[in-house]
């Protein structure tokens, strides 16, 4: 390390890598500084027993494909499309429920999607209809909200751009079920249908805020979902190599321990961990932090620290979720796994509210009551990761079912787990637990403990209904610290999207404040 720099970014995930590149190719430098043994956070793999595992990512939007999606314009600027491949992974989702019958397959595509479900459910033909088309006018609301467009896009958009806004403006405050609500009434099989991996964003659709659901749905049910090959490491490992190649560092196995500030309480540096017992200091007007604001704070001075987490007071952490990897000796699709991502909705849920039921059933040991899990077969794909694609499964969790367990505790509640899961996808597909050659388990401690999130929230603060239009639901990257700017989740929105987006607002804050 230099004594000093024109930037640090505290942590190396997609946020603060996101900021770190930016800022790089703009000229500054840059020192990025990670506590654990690799970069990535949350976008990263393992590999156990000649596997590679991905630790987070089933699918994401591919650049130029979201609505509205600021991927696209990052990895543009960047000059990441040679480096990092995006894979289609075709069809939506498949979603299989005891209610249902016969499974539904969702397409990809707002038409084809209205077509297969008018099909199975003719008497909601005419409110699937307009409910799809809400979501893709909320698309093209956003798009045209968030990214700059020449005369003749604005020309062309002109007869429908006040419907699109009105579509936003209409349900600005309103929540998943009351937009659900609205277009289906009672009938709770099509919802669940519609938002059977709820788990991804929430497990209560009364809280969620339906405009975070329709963007973040609407761009998977447009564009497709997509997988990056090789897994999310490769995009981690992109950001760096772009740092480095424009001079900057990239330190892992360096933990920040304290943020240094100056007489006028601005960031000037930080303390580094570098070893059992050494501690260097690190200057730089400019801090750009990936980790949690509940994690800067004991970094901070004692009397800046309730100023500078005023602001947060108050917002609710998002979900946090189980995975469970398994290795397999033969493809899936040979034991009869037919889509990509598979949600399995258990006999007892009935209606969208029951997902509430879902995180607490990992409280105690498996009792025959099986929570909503998406299952994702890399195997379908080209995925990067191994001959034989491992089968991934997650759901919804929440720290308080891990805690008070010693460690012996710990291991036998995961394993009972793991062992309830394997058995529900034999149920399923019959052949797969003989197939089975190994398996991990990642629960909400995990995620507290390697993210060093609170709660272990995966995707910063729950996408709530805003409590009014003035304040609205997203945050800032900018702190009560002058100089010290959030780049992760943790200003906005949670997801690969999210967390990029808010590294680039980090990045464009930082150099108007270095002038």
């Known amino acids: 390390m230099q004594e000093r720099y024109d930037a640090i970014v505290i942590g190396a995930g997609l946020g603060g890598l996101t900021g770190g590149a930016l800022l790089a190719r703009a000229g500054y430098q840059v020192l990025v500084l990670e506590k654990n043994a690799q970069v990535g956070g949350a976008a990263t793999c393992f590999e156990r027993d000649g596997q590679r595992f991905e630790v987070s990512l089933h699918e994401t939007t591919a650049p130029g494909t979201g609505v509205a999606d600021p991927k696209a314009q990052i990895i543009r600027a960047l000059g990441l499309e040679d480096r990092v491949e995006f894979v289609p992974v075709g069809d939506f989702q498949e979603v299989r429920s005891p209610a249902l019958g016969t499974p539904v397959l969702l397409p990809q595509g707002l038409d084809k999607v209205d077509a297969v479900l008018a099909a199975r459910f003719p008497g909601q033909a005419e409110a699937i209809t307009r409910f799809l088309v809400q979501i893709g006018r909320t698309q093209e609301a956003m798009a045209a909200l968030s990214e700059r467009h020449d005369s003749q896009w604005w020309l062309g958009h002109a007869a429908d751009l006040p419907l699109d806004l009105w579509a936003v403006m209409r349900d600005m405050r309103h929540s998943l079920s009351d937009v659900m609500g609205r277009y289906f009434g009672d009938d709770e099989l099509i919802k669940l249908v519609l938002a059977a991996n709820l788990p991804y964003y929430s497990d209560d659709p009364d809280r969620l805020w339906w405009l975070a659901y329709a963007v973040a749905q609407g761009g998977y049910l447009t564009g497709g979902g997509h997988y990056i090959k090789g897994g999310s490491a490769k995009l981690s490992e992109a950001l760096v190599e772009v740092i480095r190649e424009a001079g900057g560092a990239v330190l892992t196995g360096h933990e920040v321990t304290r943020i240094v500030t100056g007489a006028e309480g601005q960031a000037t540096g930080v303390q580094v961990k570098t070893g059992p017992r050494a501690v260097t200091e690190v200057a730089a007007p400019v801090i750009l932090s990936n980790a949690a604001p509940a994690a800067l704070e004991g970094?901070?001075?004692?009397?800046?620290?309730?100023?500078?987490?005023?602001?947060?007071?108050?917002?609710?952490?998002?979900?946090?979720?189980?995975?469970?990897?398994?290795?397999?000796?033969?493809?899936?699709?040979?034991?009869?796994?037919?889509?990509?991502?598979?949600?399995?909705?258990?006999?007892?849920?009935?209606?969208?509210?029951?997902?509430?039921?879902?995180?607490?059933?990992?409280?105690?040991?498996?009792?025959?009551?099986?929570?909503?899990?998406?299952?994702?077969?890399?195997?379908?794909?080209?995925?990067?990761?191994?001959?034989?694609?491992?089968?991934?499964?997650?759901?919804?969790?929440?720290?308080?079912?891990?805690?008070?367990?010693?460690?012996?505790?710990?291991?036998?509640?995961?394993?009972?787990?793991?062992?309830?899961?394997?058995?529900?996808?034999?149920?399923?597909?019959?052949?797969?637990?003989?197939?089975?050659?190994?398996?991990?388990?990642?629960?909400?401690?995990?995620?507290?403990?390697?993210?060093?999130?609170?709660?272990?929230?995966?995707?910063?603060?729950?996408?709530?209904?805003?409590?009014?239009?003035?304040?609205?639901?997203?945050?800032?990257?900018?702190?009560?610290?002058?100089?010290?700017?959030?780049?992760?989740?943790?200003?906005?929105?949670?997801?690969?999207?999210?967390?990029?987006?808010?590294?680039?607002?980090a990045a464009r804050a930082a150099i108007r404040a270095l002038g």
């Open 299 to 505: 970094m901070l001075p004692e009397a800046q620290r309730a100023g500078f987490l005023e602001p947060f007071a108050g917002k609710p952490l998002s979900i946090s979720l189980f995975t469970v990897n398994f290795a397999l000796s033969r493809p899936a699709a040979e034991l009869g796994v037919n889509a990509y991502s598979t949600v399995l909705l258990p006999e007892w849920m009935e209606t969208l509210d029951d997902f509430r039921a879902a995180a607490p059933l990992l409280g105690a040991a498996p009792a025959g009551r099986m929570p909503p899990m998406v299952v994702v077969d890399y195997g379908q794909i080209d995925s990067g990761l191994g001959p034989v694609g491992p089968v991934s499964v997650t759901g919804v969790d929440r720290l308080e079912n891990w805690e008070g367990l010693d460690e012996a505790a710990y291991a036998a509640r995961k394993a009972e787990w793991v062992a309830a899961i394997r058995d529900r996808l034999e149920a399923e597909w019959p052949g797969f637990a003989a197939a089975v050659t190994g398996s991990d388990m990642a629960t909400a401690r995990t995620m507290r403990d390697y993210l060093g999130t609170p709660g272990g929230a995966v995707y910063g603060f729950a996408p709530e209904v805003p409590k009014s239009l003035v304040t609205g639901p997203g945050g800032t990257v900018r702190t009560a610290v002058p100089g010290l700017f959030l780049a992760s989740a943790w200003a906005g929105f949670g997801g690969f999207s999210g967390a990029m987006g808010a590294g680039a607002m």
